[in-house]
């Protein structure tokens, strides 16, 4: 059973930073893409930023600049750096995990199987 385990939400004033975090655990939890998605109340969950197993990356072009997704492999765990953070980055994000890298559908909400329990993003 794979879990992904989130941390590092929270509320900040417009221009801060927070760090996201997600881990991923249990039997077969090694990912090769991984990925950050956020939702608005009612409102489809959207891509954000994602990393295959090689190093590559998606950014949704609002994030881009401001935030930078990162992996770190050996312990199997994601991280979310957003600076900058604007008023419109509120919402609710979840990271997501694959065992294939997505390439190009990385920020393709569809091309994941695992996801987090999602970690509330509040910028004032």
């Known amino acids: 059973q794979v879990q992904l385990v989130e941390s590092g ?3 900040v004033e ?12 249990g039997r077969g939890a090694r990912m090769h893409c991984m990925g950050y998605f956020r939702q ?3 409102k489809e969950r959207e891509g954000v930023a994602a990393i295959d197993s090689d ?4 950014y949704r072009d ?3 600049g401001r935030f930078t997704i990162t992996k770190d492999s050996a312990k199997n765990t994601l991280y979310l ?3 900058g953070l604007q008023p419109e980055d509120t919402a609710m994000y979840y990271c997501a995990a694959a065992k294939e890298d ?6 393709v909400r569809d091309s994941y199987k695992y ?10």
């Open 81 to 83: 750096q957003m600076n």
């Open 40 to 42: 608005y109340p009612g």
């Open 9 to 11: 939400g929270g509320s």
């Open 102 to 107: 997505l390439r190009n559908g990385r920020l």
């Open 115 to 124: 996801w987090g329990q999602g970690t509330q993003v509040t910028v004032s």
């Open 14 to 25: 417009a221009g801060g930073s927070l760090n996201l975090s997600c881990i991923a655990s």
């Open 55 to 58: 190093g590559s990356t998606s």
């Open 62 to 64: 609002s994030v881009k």
